[in-house]
DNA sequence: TTGATTCCTGGCCGATCGGTCAGGAATATG
DNA sequence: CATATTCCTGACCGATCGGCCAGGAATCAA
Protein backbone atom coordinates (compact mmCIF):
# COMPACT_ATOMS: atom_id res chain seq x y z
CA UNK A 1 0.00 0.00 0.00
CA UNK A 2 1.10 3.26 -0.81
CA UNK A 3 -0.83 5.22 1.47
CA UNK A 4 -3.15 4.14 4.07
CA UNK A 5 -5.60 2.09 2.74
CA UNK A 6 -8.47 4.00 1.27
CA UNK A 7 -11.30 2.00 2.38
CA UNK A 8 -10.24 2.48 6.30
CA UNK A 9 -9.82 6.10 6.17
CA UNK A 10 -13.45 6.76 4.00
CA UNK A 11 -15.27 4.93 6.40
CA UNK A 12 -13.72 7.25 9.67
CA UNK A 13 -14.26 10.11 7.28
CA UNK A 14 -18.16 9.68 6.96
CA UNK A 15 -18.75 8.56 10.50
CA UNK A 16 -16.73 11.86 11.64
CA UNK A 17 -18.81 13.97 9.17
CA UNK A 18 -22.08 12.87 10.27
CA UNK A 19 -21.28 12.81 13.68
CA UNK A 20 -20.46 16.38 13.33
CA UNK A 21 -23.53 17.18 11.50
CA UNK A 22 -26.09 15.20 14.41
CA UNK A 23 -23.50 16.46 17.11
CA UNK A 24 -24.37 20.24 15.69
CA UNK A 25 -27.95 19.48 15.39
CA UNK A 26 -28.86 17.96 18.57
CA UNK A 27 -25.90 18.02 20.62
CA UNK A 28 -23.31 15.43 21.82
CA UNK A 29 -25.36 13.64 24.59
CA UNK A 30 -28.23 13.64 22.77
CA UNK A 31 -26.87 12.01 19.79
CA UNK A 32 -26.59 7.85 20.24
CA UNK A 33 -23.93 5.86 18.31
CA UNK A 34 -26.99 4.56 17.07
CA UNK A 35 -27.37 7.45 15.36
CA UNK A 36 -24.54 8.14 14.06
CA UNK A 37 -24.22 4.85 12.54
CA UNK A 38 -27.27 5.21 10.98
CA UNK A 39 -26.45 8.42 9.51
CA UNK A 40 -23.31 7.06 8.41
CA UNK A 41 -24.80 4.14 6.43
CA UNK A 42 -23.02 1.46 8.76
CA UNK A 43 -23.48 -0.28 12.19
CA UNK A 44 -23.29 0.78 15.74
CA UNK A 45 -20.57 -1.88 15.94
CA UNK A 46 -18.48 -0.42 13.34
CA UNK A 47 -18.55 3.03 14.61
CA UNK A 48 -16.98 1.84 17.88
CA UNK A 49 -14.75 -0.48 15.64
CA UNK A 50 -12.80 2.77 14.44
CA UNK A 51 -13.39 4.68 17.65
CA UNK A 52 -12.55 4.00 21.15
CA UNK A 53 -15.62 4.84 22.10
CA UNK A 54 -18.40 7.47 22.29
CA UNK A 55 -15.31 10.40 23.03
CA UNK A 56 -13.22 9.34 20.44
CA UNK A 57 -15.56 10.18 18.41
CA UNK A 58 -16.28 13.37 19.71
CA UNK A 59 -12.31 13.87 19.71
CA UNK A 60 -12.06 13.00 16.15
CA UNK A 61 -14.59 15.81 14.86
CA UNK A 62 -12.95 18.59 16.87
CA UNK A 63 -9.36 17.77 15.87
CA UNK A 64 -8.85 19.57 12.80
CA UNK A 65 -10.48 22.94 14.56
CA UNK A 66 -8.14 21.65 17.19
CA UNK A 67 -4.82 21.57 15.08
CA UNK A 68 -5.60 25.00 13.09
CA UNK A 69 -5.92 26.62 16.48
CA UNK A 70 -2.67 25.28 17.59
CA UNK A 71 -0.85 26.74 14.59
CA UNK A 72 -2.65 29.78 14.60
CA UNK A 73 -1.19 30.37 18.24
CA UNK A 74 2.35 28.85 17.27
CA UNK A 75 2.42 31.63 14.26
CA UNK A 76 0.87 34.80 17.04
CA UNK A 77 3.89 34.06 19.92
CA UNK A 78 6.61 34.39 17.41
CA UNK A 79 5.18 38.06 16.83
CA UNK A 80 5.18 41.86 18.41
CA UNK A 81 1.94 41.86 19.76
CA UNK A 82 0.28 44.79 17.58
CA UNK A 83 0.98 41.79 14.56
CA UNK A 84 -0.13 39.15 16.63
CA UNK A 85 -2.85 40.85 17.23
CA UNK A 86 -3.48 41.54 13.40
CA UNK A 87 -3.11 38.23 12.85
CA UNK A 88 -5.42 37.02 15.78
CA UNK A 89 -8.51 38.69 14.21
CA UNK A 90 -8.14 38.17 10.37
CA UNK A 91 -7.03 34.01 11.04
CA UNK A 92 -9.45 33.64 13.28
CA UNK A 93 -12.28 34.80 11.98
CA UNK A 94 -11.49 32.61 8.89
CA UNK A 95 -10.86 29.30 11.21
CA UNK A 96 -14.68 30.62 12.98
CA UNK A 97 -16.11 30.61 9.32
CA UNK A 98 -14.49 27.42 8.25
CA UNK A 99 -15.05 25.41 11.02
CA UNK A 100 -18.64 26.93 11.67
CA UNK A 101 -19.82 23.54 12.41
CA UNK A 102 -17.40 22.45 14.77
CA UNK A 103 -17.58 25.57 16.62
CA UNK A 104 -21.68 24.72 17.39
CA UNK A 105 -20.33 20.94 18.85
CA UNK A 106 -17.62 23.36 20.75
CA UNK A 107 -19.38 25.25 22.72
CA UNK A 108 -21.98 22.60 23.34
CA UNK A 109 -19.44 20.35 25.20
CA UNK A 110 -17.48 23.01 27.13
CA UNK A 111 -19.70 22.53 30.16
CA UNK A 112 -18.76 19.19 30.93
CA UNK A 113 -15.42 19.43 28.87
CA UNK A 114 -13.54 19.57 32.70
CA UNK A 115 -14.26 15.51 33.19
CA UNK A 116 -12.38 15.23 29.23
CA UNK A 117 -8.51 15.54 29.87
CA UNK A 118 -7.85 15.36 26.52
CA UNK A 119 -9.60 18.49 25.07
CA UNK A 120 -8.16 20.88 28.23
CA UNK A 121 -5.36 21.61 25.22
CA UNK A 122 -8.19 22.94 22.94
CA UNK A 123 -9.22 24.92 25.81
CA UNK A 124 -5.76 26.38 26.57
CA UNK A 125 -5.33 27.47 23.18
CA UNK A 126 -8.34 29.34 23.15
CA UNK A 127 -7.51 31.12 26.33
CA UNK A 128 -4.04 31.99 24.65
CA UNK A 129 -5.82 33.66 21.48
CA UNK A 130 -8.05 35.71 23.91
CA UNK A 131 -4.60 37.12 25.27
CA UNK A 132 -3.39 37.76 20.86
CA UNK A 133 -6.99 39.40 20.77
CA UNK A 134 -6.81 41.43 23.13
CA UNK A 135 -3.84 43.06 22.72
CA UNK A 136 -2.77 44.70 25.86
CA UNK A 137 -3.06 43.08 29.47
CA UNK A 138 -5.75 45.45 30.64
CA UNK A 139 -8.57 43.37 31.94
CA UNK A 140 -11.16 45.19 30.53
CA UNK A 141 -9.94 44.93 27.03
CA UNK A 142 -8.84 41.00 28.00
CA UNK A 143 -12.95 40.67 28.93
CA UNK A 144 -13.82 42.42 25.87
CA UNK A 145 -11.73 40.16 23.90
CA UNK A 146 -13.50 36.83 25.56
CA UNK A 147 -16.99 38.82 24.65
CA UNK A 148 -15.89 39.02 20.93
CA UNK A 149 -14.77 35.62 21.01
CA UNK A 150 -18.48 34.40 22.64
CA UNK A 151 -19.89 36.84 20.14
CA UNK A 152 -18.68 35.03 17.49
CA UNK A 153 -18.33 31.88 18.02
CA UNK A 154 -22.42 32.04 19.66
CA UNK A 155 -22.92 33.88 15.28
CA UNK A 156 -21.28 30.91 14.07
CA UNK A 157 -23.86 28.65 15.74
CA UNK A 158 -27.06 30.04 14.50
CA UNK A 159 -25.63 31.77 10.71
CA UNK A 160 -27.20 28.84 8.95
CA UNK A 161 -28.77 31.34 6.19
CA UNK A 162 -25.69 33.09 5.82
CA UNK A 163 -22.77 32.61 3.10
CA UNK A 164 -19.36 32.58 4.31
CA UNK A 165 -18.71 36.24 3.00
CA UNK A 166 -21.13 37.69 4.93
CA UNK A 167 -20.37 36.01 8.28
CA UNK A 168 -16.60 36.84 7.73
CA UNK A 169 -17.69 41.07 7.32
CA UNK A 170 -19.96 40.69 10.03
CA UNK A 171 -17.64 38.91 12.31
CA UNK A 172 -14.66 41.29 11.13
CA UNK A 173 -16.68 44.40 11.66
CA UNK A 174 -17.74 43.58 15.19
CA UNK A 175 -14.30 42.60 16.41
CA UNK A 176 -12.79 45.85 15.61
CA UNK A 177 -15.83 47.08 16.91
CA UNK A 178 -15.35 45.26 20.49
CA UNK A 179 -11.71 46.27 20.36
CA UNK A 180 -11.87 50.16 18.91
CA UNK A 181 -9.55 49.00 16.01
CA UNK A 182 -9.57 50.85 12.78
CA UNK A 183 -11.60 48.85 9.73
CA UNK B 1 -56.31 28.00 52.98
CA UNK B 2 -55.57 31.64 52.84
CA UNK B 3 -52.72 31.05 49.84
CA UNK B 4 -51.60 28.15 47.94
CA UNK B 5 -50.41 24.97 50.79
CA UNK B 6 -46.66 26.32 51.49
CA UNK B 7 -45.34 22.86 51.09
CA UNK B 8 -46.38 22.03 47.59
CA UNK B 9 -44.83 25.68 46.25
CA UNK B 10 -41.66 25.04 48.70
CA UNK B 11 -40.59 21.40 46.62
CA UNK B 12 -41.64 22.93 43.24
CA UNK B 13 -39.24 25.34 44.13
CA UNK B 14 -36.37 23.35 45.07
CA UNK B 15 -36.44 21.03 42.07
CA UNK B 16 -36.95 24.11 39.66
CA UNK B 17 -34.00 25.15 41.40
CA UNK B 18 -31.61 22.04 41.52
CA UNK B 19 -32.75 21.40 37.88
CA UNK B 20 -32.01 25.18 37.03
CA UNK B 21 -27.92 24.23 38.68
CA UNK B 22 -27.72 20.93 36.80
CA UNK B 23 -28.91 21.97 33.34
CA UNK B 24 -26.61 24.27 33.56
CA UNK B 25 -23.84 22.53 34.89
CA UNK B 26 -24.27 19.26 32.95
CA UNK B 27 -26.73 20.35 29.90
CA UNK B 28 -30.56 19.72 29.37
CA UNK B 29 -30.29 16.37 27.96
CA UNK B 30 -27.32 14.94 30.03
CA UNK B 31 -29.49 15.73 32.80
CA UNK B 32 -31.59 12.53 34.22
CA UNK B 33 -34.93 13.17 36.19
CA UNK B 34 -32.65 11.03 39.13
CA UNK B 35 -29.85 13.45 39.04
CA UNK B 36 -32.84 16.16 40.13
CA UNK B 37 -34.52 14.18 42.72
CA UNK B 38 -31.39 13.14 44.20
CA UNK B 39 -30.40 17.00 44.08
CA UNK B 40 -33.30 18.41 45.17
CA UNK B 41 -33.46 15.28 48.40
CA UNK B 42 -36.67 13.91 47.07
CA UNK B 43 -37.50 10.56 44.66
CA UNK B 44 -38.15 10.60 41.12
CA UNK B 45 -41.64 10.17 40.89
CA UNK B 46 -41.92 12.77 43.65
CA UNK B 47 -40.61 15.57 40.38
CA UNK B 48 -42.98 13.61 37.98
CA UNK B 49 -45.92 14.34 40.76
CA UNK B 50 -45.06 17.62 39.91
CA UNK B 51 -44.02 18.17 36.88
CA UNK B 52 -45.71 16.21 34.04
CA UNK B 53 -42.36 15.12 32.36
CA UNK B 54 -39.11 16.61 32.17
CA UNK B 55 -39.47 19.01 29.45
CA UNK B 56 -42.26 20.46 31.80
CA UNK B 57 -39.29 21.10 34.59
CA UNK B 58 -37.37 22.66 32.05
CA UNK B 59 -40.20 25.29 31.00
CA UNK B 60 -40.51 26.17 34.91
CA UNK B 61 -36.62 26.45 34.72
CA UNK B 62 -37.32 28.93 31.92
CA UNK B 63 -40.35 30.86 33.08
CA UNK B 64 -39.12 33.66 35.02
CA UNK B 65 -36.97 34.87 32.33
CA UNK B 66 -39.52 34.40 29.69
CA UNK B 67 -41.96 36.72 31.60
CA UNK B 68 -38.84 39.19 32.16
CA UNK B 69 -38.13 39.40 28.59
CA UNK B 70 -41.69 39.49 27.63
CA UNK B 71 -42.22 42.79 30.12
CA UNK B 72 -39.42 43.85 28.45
CA UNK B 73 -40.59 43.94 25.03
CA UNK B 74 -43.95 45.03 25.63
CA UNK B 75 -42.12 48.06 27.55
CA UNK B 76 -39.87 48.62 24.25
CA UNK B 77 -42.89 48.78 22.19
CA UNK B 78 -44.24 51.40 23.36
CA UNK B 79 -41.41 53.93 22.72
CA UNK B 80 -39.88 55.57 20.38
CA UNK B 81 -36.73 53.55 18.52
CA UNK B 82 -33.78 55.34 19.64
CA UNK B 83 -35.81 55.51 23.60
CA UNK B 84 -36.40 51.54 22.88
CA UNK B 85 -33.04 50.78 22.14
CA UNK B 86 -31.36 52.80 25.13
CA UNK B 87 -34.13 50.52 27.52
CA UNK B 88 -33.19 47.15 25.57
CA UNK B 89 -29.52 47.88 26.33
CA UNK B 90 -29.78 48.86 29.95
CA UNK B 91 -32.44 46.02 30.98
CA UNK B 92 -31.25 43.32 28.71
CA UNK B 93 -28.04 43.81 30.10
CA UNK B 94 -29.79 43.72 33.79
CA UNK B 95 -31.71 40.61 32.83
CA UNK B 96 -28.97 38.49 31.79
CA UNK B 97 -26.84 39.20 34.57
CA UNK B 98 -29.97 38.25 36.77
CA UNK B 99 -30.73 35.53 35.31
CA UNK B 100 -26.97 34.16 34.09
CA UNK B 101 -27.70 30.68 35.45
CA UNK B 102 -30.87 30.44 32.76
CA UNK B 103 -28.79 31.92 30.02
CA UNK B 104 -26.22 28.91 30.11
CA UNK B 105 -29.38 26.47 29.68
CA UNK B 106 -31.27 28.39 26.91
CA UNK B 107 -28.22 27.79 24.89
CA UNK B 108 -27.84 24.45 25.79
CA UNK B 109 -31.22 24.13 24.68
CA UNK B 110 -31.54 26.25 21.81
CA UNK B 111 -30.49 23.29 19.30
CA UNK B 112 -33.39 21.64 19.87
CA UNK B 113 -35.93 24.00 20.69
CA UNK B 114 -37.63 23.50 17.47
CA UNK B 115 -39.33 20.34 18.55
CA UNK B 116 -40.52 22.17 21.82
CA UNK B 117 -43.36 24.46 20.94
CA UNK B 118 -44.02 25.24 24.40
CA UNK B 119 -40.52 27.58 23.73
CA UNK B 120 -41.21 29.27 20.63
CA UNK B 121 -42.69 32.31 21.93
CA UNK B 122 -39.44 32.66 23.98
CA UNK B 123 -37.10 32.56 20.77
CA UNK B 124 -39.64 35.10 18.94
CA UNK B 125 -39.70 37.24 22.16
CA UNK B 126 -35.41 37.38 21.34
CA UNK B 127 -35.98 38.01 18.24
CA UNK B 128 -38.11 40.94 18.65
CA UNK B 129 -35.38 41.99 21.30
CA UNK B 130 -32.91 41.91 18.47
CA UNK B 131 -35.08 44.62 16.56
CA UNK B 132 -34.78 46.82 19.67
CA UNK B 133 -31.44 46.65 19.88
CA UNK B 134 -30.65 46.85 16.63
CA UNK B 135 -32.17 50.44 16.37
CA UNK B 136 -32.36 50.71 12.78
CA UNK B 137 -33.32 48.07 9.64
CA UNK B 138 -29.96 48.15 8.44
CA UNK B 139 -29.19 44.54 8.03
CA UNK B 140 -25.63 45.05 9.19
CA UNK B 141 -26.59 46.69 12.32
CA UNK B 142 -29.32 44.22 12.96
CA UNK B 143 -26.57 41.03 12.59
CA UNK B 144 -24.23 43.45 14.48
CA UNK B 145 -27.02 43.29 17.14
CA UNK B 146 -27.17 39.27 17.14
CA UNK B 147 -23.63 39.26 17.21
CA UNK B 148 -23.81 41.32 20.82
CA UNK B 149 -26.55 39.09 21.89
CA UNK B 150 -24.70 36.45 21.27
CA UNK B 151 -21.55 37.70 23.04
CA UNK B 152 -23.86 39.21 26.11
CA UNK B 153 -25.31 35.06 26.52
CA UNK B 154 -21.64 33.54 25.69
CA UNK B 155 -20.10 35.90 28.48
CA UNK B 156 -23.04 34.80 31.03
CA UNK B 157 -22.22 31.08 30.44
CA UNK B 158 -18.72 31.26 31.89
CA UNK B 159 -18.85 34.18 33.76
CA UNK B 160 -18.59 32.31 37.37
CA UNK B 161 -16.05 34.40 38.42
CA UNK B 162 -16.75 37.77 37.95
CA UNK B 163 -18.72 39.99 40.10
CA UNK B 164 -22.34 40.92 38.99
CA UNK B 165 -21.11 44.70 38.52
CA UNK B 166 -18.24 43.74 37.01
CA UNK B 167 -20.45 41.29 34.42
CA UNK B 168 -22.56 44.29 33.94
CA UNK B 169 -19.99 46.88 33.36
CA UNK B 170 -18.60 44.87 30.86
CA UNK B 171 -21.82 43.83 29.12
CA UNK B 172 -22.79 47.43 28.75
CA UNK B 173 -19.40 48.64 27.49
CA UNK B 174 -19.12 45.99 25.04
CA UNK B 175 -22.98 46.07 23.44
CA UNK B 176 -22.18 49.85 23.19
CA UNK B 177 -18.65 49.42 21.19
CA UNK B 178 -20.63 47.31 18.93
CA UNK B 179 -23.51 49.53 18.60
CA UNK B 180 -21.08 52.77 18.31
CA UNK B 181 -22.98 54.41 21.37
CA UNK B 182 -21.42 56.83 23.55
CA UNK B 183 -20.93 55.08 27.29
C1' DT C 1 -5.99 -21.78 -4.29
C1' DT C 2 -4.95 -21.13 0.34
C1' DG C 3 -4.13 -18.68 4.49
C1' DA C 4 -3.71 -14.25 6.89
C1' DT C 5 -5.46 -9.78 7.63
C1' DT C 6 -8.74 -6.13 7.42
C1' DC C 7 -13.29 -4.53 7.82
C1' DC C 8 -17.74 -5.08 9.34
C1' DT C 9 -21.96 -6.90 11.71
C1' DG C 10 -25.91 -9.19 14.64
C1' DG C 11 -26.70 -10.30 18.95
C1' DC C 12 -26.10 -9.72 23.46
C1' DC C 13 -24.94 -7.41 28.08
C1' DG C 14 -25.77 -4.51 32.31
C1' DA C 15 -27.09 0.10 33.24
C1' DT C 16 -29.91 3.83 32.90
C1' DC C 17 -33.37 6.46 30.65
C1' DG C 18 -38.34 8.80 31.07
C1' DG C 19 -42.57 7.50 32.76
C1' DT C 20 -46.61 4.81 35.29
C1' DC C 21 -49.08 3.05 39.19
C1' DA C 22 -50.84 1.25 43.46
C1' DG C 23 -50.55 2.39 47.85
C1' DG C 24 -48.34 4.35 52.28
C1' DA C 25 -47.51 8.58 55.28
C1' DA C 26 -48.91 13.01 56.52
C1' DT C 27 -52.03 16.56 57.03
C1' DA C 28 -56.30 18.87 56.96
C1' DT C 29 -61.36 18.52 57.76
C1' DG C 30 -65.54 16.94 60.14
C1' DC D 1 -62.09 10.16 66.86
C1' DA D 2 -62.82 9.04 61.75
C1' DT D 3 -62.46 10.42 57.05
C1' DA D 4 -60.93 12.79 52.88
C1' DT D 5 -57.32 15.05 50.54
C1' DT D 6 -52.62 16.14 49.67
C1' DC D 7 -48.00 14.72 49.14
C1' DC D 8 -44.76 11.34 48.37
C1' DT D 9 -42.47 6.83 47.26
C1' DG D 10 -40.79 1.89 45.85
C1' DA D 11 -41.39 -1.12 42.45
C1' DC D 12 -41.85 -1.78 38.00
C1' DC D 13 -42.23 -1.06 32.76
C1' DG D 14 -40.48 -0.90 27.86
C1' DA D 15 -37.02 1.45 25.43
C1' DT D 16 -32.59 2.86 24.67
C1' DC D 17 -28.06 3.82 26.14
C1' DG D 18 -22.67 2.74 25.47
C1' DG D 19 -20.00 -1.07 24.89
C1' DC D 20 -18.38 -6.08 23.99
C1' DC D 21 -17.61 -10.26 21.41
C1' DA D 22 -17.65 -14.17 18.27
C1' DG D 23 -17.65 -14.75 13.79
C1' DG D 24 -18.87 -13.75 8.72
C1' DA D 25 -17.51 -11.28 4.34
C1' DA D 26 -14.09 -9.19 1.76
C1' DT D 27 -9.57 -8.15 0.52
C1' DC D 28 -4.72 -9.05 0.27
C1' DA D 29 -0.46 -11.98 0.18
C1' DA D 30 1.65 -16.38 -1.03
Redesign the interface.
Known amino acids: MATTTPVRERTRREIVQQAMVLF????Y??TSLQDIATAAGCSKATVLYHFNGKPAVLSAVLEPSRAALAELNAAAAELPPAEAQALAITRFVELAVEFRGVV?VL??V???IDEMPEFTDLIAAGLRLTGFLAGSDDP?ER??A??????????C??AGERTDA?LHT??D??LR??L?LPD
Chains 1, 2 share one sequence.
Open positions: QSKGSANQDLPTLALEFAINGLLGERHELCTARIR
